[in-house]
């Protein structure tokens, strides 16, 4: 295999973890998003867990926030490092609260998880079929 098959390999990879992370944070977020005031100050609680114990509602929406546009972010390609970046933090305190309330492996897997992902995506960025690239093939 040579290098332009590897990067067009490496490409359709990313699209396939942006597609998927995408949607999957969608319908993580968007519950969190209509769940309104009480929603977000038992999400926000989690900052507690970072030594933050003021504006829950709104550190509970941040996160919901981050979950919603985040995935929308990551499904069209665009901002992803950004993106990203907040789903990164989002999920490292999801993590903490969870190993705060001495959850087993299980309780905290997913957001260790879904973080490191989130991780690597700071660094790859979106890949070849972004936003950008959409645009080009509509003209």
Sequence with gaps: MNAEQEKKLLDF????????????????????????????EKVGGAMGFIGINFGFQFW??????????????LLIGLFVRGASAFLFITMA??????LGLKHDFKGYAHA??????FL?????????YDFKFL????S
């Design 13 to 40: 990879g990313l699209l396939i973890i942006r597609i998927g992370l995408g949607i999957t944070f969608i319908m993580h977020g968007f519950p969190k998003i209509l769940g309104g005031p009480q929603t977000w």
């Design 112 to 117: 260790l998880e879904a973080g490191i992902v």
């Design 60 to 73: 509970g929406f941040m996160a919901a926030l981050s979950e919603f546009a985040g995935g929308i972010l």
């Design 120 to 128: 690597g995506l700071i660094f790859t960025g979106a890949g070849k």
């Design 93 to 98: 305190v999801a993590a903490i609260m969870h």
């Design 135 to 138: 645009l080009k093939q509509k």
